[in-house]
């Protein structure tokens, strides 16, 4: 896996090509940060680029204040985003990251953009839906953390083991949480972009029926497909979602 710096601190990039046929752009879930794809490069075809966001709060950007509104950090890495669509590019965002993806391609629709060839979207009800549980991110640490693990699973088990460890980690958490939790969903134009939605048949955030909702925000197309496991079926399911990855990739992404 080879890390290499860029201008812009919004964007990681791994096995960076001088001229890419495609780029994969991986927006991360609640906490994530770009590492939790860094090893998808080793599988993935020579000539894909594969980028992901990188947010304060985090890792390279741990001293820089977490965003807990969607418009703040739309605004912030859509700069970033937009520098990428020399080339042809794949969305894909996990959980709040595919939420994250919806909107920056929703803004790239605004400024009439180059839309991304595919939008994938993994363990996120469509937007629209009700959240279907109670709010957690007013909770203490304590309760927070235990919401979070039952809920998602996404919490690191050296982090959950270390009392120094998770209080670096519940910030930037908790900041990704609030903001999941007040999005607003906006009716607007359907992408014209095709959306492929990704769930895990063991998820009680995302049901068939809920990930089969983004069907209704595009006019370009729309695949389902289910995999086995939980919420972070990205890791326990990590090499069918390569396999579909490198089908995606390998035909330029088309519907």
Known sequence: MTNVSTPSPWIVRFNTSPSPRLRLVCFPYSGGSPSAFGTWSEALPNDVELCAVSLPGRQSRFREPAISRMEELIAGCLPSIKALLDR???FFGHSLGAL??????????RESLPL?????????RAPPLPLGRPPIAHLDDEKFVQAVDTLFQGIPREALASP???ELVVPALRADVTLG???????GPSLIC???????TGDQNCSEAQARAWS??????FELRAFDGGHMFITSARAQILARLNEILANGAPL
């Open 116 to 124: 991304p060839r595919r939008l994938i979207v993994s363990a996120r």
């Open 100 to 109: 994250v993806a919806f909107e920056t391609v929703r803004c790239l629709l």
């Open 164 to 166: 120094e460890l998770l």
């Open 194 to 200: 095709p959306i492929e939605a990704w769930y895990a």
């Open 181 to 187: 939790e007040a999005y607003v969903y906006a009716p």
């Open 216 to 221: 209704e925000q595009t006019n370009a197309g």
């Open 88 to 90: 042809p590019c794949v």
